[in-house]
């Protein structure tokens, strides 16, 4: 008996070890080569680390609808530790930060976005109402599906001037 105890201590103890580490170790070379140099070099660089807490670390999508591939990458704030997503659009050539020290707002104004631990790329697609959110938006490019595991969810889409929230789900 205190064998299968210690056993399922030991077990639970590595479980938890583990989970507090990022699933993949961030190599330079899977970083897409559009932006390598802008996340390895510069203001970005000293700012922020890529996140390799959720799998994958990176999304290719076209975020804006103009036909070019954009990048979204999951990031931490070197300053006060705190989860975003930076966005790469291709057309502007710099990346946009939400969350990460910086505002977004999700349900409310938020500046860490460490609750959401998944993410997808969302189509140009109609997109079905959400809980208590208004009317649908409109995509004008591809979105991305992000929330907490089975938890909220919601679509973080560019609106032609910005990226907002649209909640999904809760």
Do not use: H
């Not at 170790?25 to 959720?54: C, M």
């Not at 959110?133 to 973080?156: F, M, Q, V």
Request: glycine share 12%.
């Amino acid at each position: 008996m205190r064998i299968g105890c210690l056993f399922v201590l030991g077990f639970l103890l590595l479980s938890w070890n583990t989970s507090s580490r990022p699933v993949q170790e961030i190599d330079e070379e899977n970083i897409p080569g559009e932006i390598v140099q802008t996340v390895g070099l510069g203001p970005f660089a000293e700012s922020y680390s890529i996140d390799g807490s959720v799998n994958p670390f990176y999304l290719r999508g076209d975020f804006d609808g103009d036909g070019k591939a954009d990048y979204a990458l999951r990031v931490k704030s070197k300053n006060r530790g705190e989860v975003g997503i930076a966005i790469w659009l291709s057309s502007q050539k710099k990346m946009i930060v939400l969350g990460a020290g910086v505002p977004f707002s999700v349900t409310e104004k938020t500046t860490n976005l460490n609750f959401l631990n998944t993410w997808q790329v969302y189509p140009k697609e109609n997109v079905e109402r959400g809980v208590e959110a208004g009317t649908p938006p409109r995509l004008i490019g591809e979105a991305i599906a992000a929330g907490k595991r089975e938890s909220a969810s919601g679509l973080i889409y560019w609106n032609g001037k910005s990226f907002v929230w649209y909640q999904q789900g809760d």
